[in-house]
């Protein structure tokens, strides 16, 4: 799983994190793009959460997919911005902090790789999830 010296001092704050890996045949990538994936939706969820809350992370096989859920416990996406997300340059970040194309990277290598992803966010619980198939 990526996240560098930054995400660890991001944590520190008081983020607690649940891994839950389920075992998964190995899949045809590109590992460092999958990881700037992970690395850029746990970002996003370790900012949504402002230094306290939970992050869970849980990988496992679904059919002919592995799926892969980042899941933050922060305020949630308000359902009017969800359709934009994805744009690139689309962000509720100060400037400075947010050039908003994280997710827009996040899509183009998901598409490189025949996945999906899914969003479901409330108040309290935001699921990303990455669908990817098996080969
Ligand atoms: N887990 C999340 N919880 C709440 N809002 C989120 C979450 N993930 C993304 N968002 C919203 O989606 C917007 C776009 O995210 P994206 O990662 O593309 O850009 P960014 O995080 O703003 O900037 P960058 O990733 O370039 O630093 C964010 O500004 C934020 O409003
Ligand atoms: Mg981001």
């Known amino acids: 799983m990526g996240g560098g ?3 660890h001092n991001l ?4 983020i607690e ?3 839950d890996f389920q075992p998964l045949p190995e899949i045809l990538c590109y590992p460092d793009e999958l990881n700037q994936v992970w690395t850029n939706l746990i ?9 306290k809350g939970q992050l869970q992370v849980r990988a496992y096989p679904q059919g002919s997919e592995a799926v892969v859920e980042i899941i933050d416990s922060g305020p949630g996406i308000p359902a009017e911005l969800r359709e934009r997300i994805f744009e690139p340059f689309f962000t509720t970040k100060p400037a400075g902090e947010g ?8 899509r183009r290598i998901l ?6 992803i899914e969003v479901e966010s409330q108040p309290g619980r935001t699921c990303f999830r990455i669908l990817l198939p098996l080969s």
């Open 5 to 7: 010296a930054h995400h």
């Open 11 to 14: 944590l520190k704050q008081g």
């Open 17 to 19: 994190v649940i891994r």
């Open 43 to 51: 970002h996003n969820a370790i900012q949504a959460m402002e230094g």
């Open 99 to 106: 050039s908003g194309l994280g997710l827009d990277i996040v």
């Open 111 to 116: 598409d490189k790789h025949q996945g999906r």
